[in-house]
């Protein structure tokens, strides 16, 4: 098996290596002038198990179309199989008809990957599950919650008096995962949405009062809906409030909403890279996945169990 790092995120890329210690395809990315992608396999990877670790993530165009390119070199130099290990998936919010003409980009998205020579996609907390059915290849969809479970568990020793709450109806079923993992109680914020990127709180569902709040959610994109059901929770009584987000996309001013909102801390995992400013900013911090996608790696690579890493 070989592991061929995009440009996307090199660190986790070298951090997996590290942790299946092989070393990383030699691989030449570049770009010609007028910003065409090229790509050249510096080493023979026929008959080879091949493993693609992108995240699409911004410039997520420029990422993606960087992606498709490795598979089809991968593809034209008779890799056995490619699997595209994929951190983030961008376009994963475009997963329905939001209204009249409108794309389901996620489900482009997929049919580029396919077409492009994917044989098997690796991702990570997926916005939406129906994504993987999306694919007409075997999708394995990752999960953070025992990381976090782990984290949490090292940061609050007496994990009774948290409570989990999900920032929005449409994450019930994520934080209820990891309030099950934790035996602890789940809470809602009910929060209605006027346009794209505005969102305003409406109600929190469940006695929050004195509890420590642990607010769960897949993606923090410009933090507006993170930053109000924290305020939301701490005047309906909160003993205090932090998050843990899978993905950072992090965009604007989201770490200095970040900064100056009521969360003591924002926990995301490393999928997408850390930005200068996320690095600046206090109250923000990220924990490592290359054990988890390292193990999941090995486990596509060996035809053995990934649902073990569930648990």
Same mark, same amino acid.
């Given at each position: 098996?070989?592991?061929?790092?995009?440009?996307?995120?090199?660190?986790?890329?070298?951090?997996?290596?590290?942790?299946?210690?092989?070393?990383?395809?030699?691989?030449?990315?570049?770009?010609?002038?007028?910003?065409?992608?090229?790509?050249?396999?510096?080493?023979?990877?026929?008959?080879?198990?091949?493993?693609?670790?992108?995240?699409?993530?911004?410039?997520?165009?420029?990422?993606?179309?960087?992606?498709?390119?490795?598979?089809?070199?991968?593809?034209?130099?008779?890799?056995?199989?490619?699997?595209?290990?994929?951190?983030?998936?961008?376009?994963?919010?475009?997963?329905?008809?939001?209204?009249?003409?409108?794309?389901?980009?996620?489900?482009?998205?997929?049919?580029?990957?396919?077409?492009?020579?994917?044989?098997?996609?690796?991702?990570?907390?997926?916005?939406?599950?129906?994504?993987?059915?999306?694919?007409?290849?075997?999708?394995?969809?990752?999960?953070?919650?025992? #990381?976090?479970?782990? !984290?949490?568990?090292?940061?609050?020793?007496?994990?009774?008096?948290? &409570?989990? =709450?999900?920032? $929005? +109806?449409?994450?019930?079923?994520?934080?209820?995962?990891?309030?099950?993992?934790?035996?602890?109680? #789940?809470?809602?914020? !009910?929060?209605?949405?006027?346009?794209?990127?505005?969102?305003?709180? &409406?109600? =929190?569902?469940? $006695? +929050?009062?004195?509890?420590?709040?642990?607010?769960?959610?897949?993606?923090?994109?410009?933090?507006?809906?993170?930053?109000?059901?924290?305020?939301?929770?701490?005047?309906?009584?909160?003993?205090?409030?932090?998050?843990?987000?899978?993905?950072?996309?992090?965009?604007?001013?989201?770490?200095?909403?970040?900064?100056?909102?009521?969360?003591?801390?924002?926990?995301?995992?490393?999928?997408?890279?850390?930005?200068?400013?996320?690095?600046?900013?206090?109250?923000?911090?990220?924990?490592?996945?290359?054990?988890?996608?390292?193990?999941?790696?090995?486990?596509?690579?060996?035809?053995?169990?990934?649902?073990?890493?569930?648990?």
């Amino acid at each position: 098996m070989k592991i061929v790092a995009c440009n996307s995120n090199l660190p986790l890329a070298q951090a997996v290596a590290d942790e299946l210690e092989i070393p990383l395809c030699k691989t030449s990315i570049r770009r010609f002038a007028d910003g065409e992608v090229f790509v050249e396999i510096q080493e023979n990877v026929r008959g080879e198990d091949m493993f693609v670790l992108q995240s699409t993530c911004m410039p997520t165009n420029d990422h993606l179309m960087e992606l498709l390119v490795v598979l089809d070199a991968l593809r034209r130099g008779s890799a056995r199989r490619v699997t595209a290990v994929m951190p983030y998936f961008g376009y994963a919010r475009q997963d329905r008809k939001s209204g009249p003409r409108t794309p389901i980009s996620a489900k482009l998205v997929a049919n580029l990957l396919t077409e492009a020579g994917a044989n098997r996609i690796l991702t990570m907390d997926l916005h939406a599950m129906q994504i993987q059915g999306f694919f007409d290849i075997p999708t394995d969809n990752l999960y953070a919650a025992p #990381l976090f479970v782990r !984290d949490l568990i090292s940061r609050h020793p007496d994990p009774g008096r948290l &409570m989990i =709450v999900s920032p $929005d +109806v449409g994450g019930v079923v994520r934080a209820r995962q990891l309030a099950r993992r934790l035996n602890v109680d #789940l809470a809602i914020i !009910d929060k209605r949405r006027e346009r794209a990127g505005v969102s305003e709180v &409406m109600n =929190v569902i469940g $006695d +929050v009062s004195g509890r420590f709040c642990v607010l769960v959610d897949d993606i923090i994109d410009s933090g507006g809906s993170l930053c109000n059901a924290a305020e939301a929770l701490m005047k309906h009584g909160a003993a205090g409030v932090e998050a843990y987000v899978t993905h950072g996309v992090l965009t604007g001013n989201a770490c200095k909403r970040v900064q100056s909102s009521p969360l003591s801390m924002l926990t995301l995992t490393d999928s997408i890279p850390a930005t200068d400013e996320l690095k600046a900013t206090s109250n923000i911090r990220q924990i490592p996945t290359a054990n988890l996608l390292g193990r999941a790696i090995r486990a596509v690579a060996d035809e053995s169990s990934v649902s073990t890493l569930f648990d």
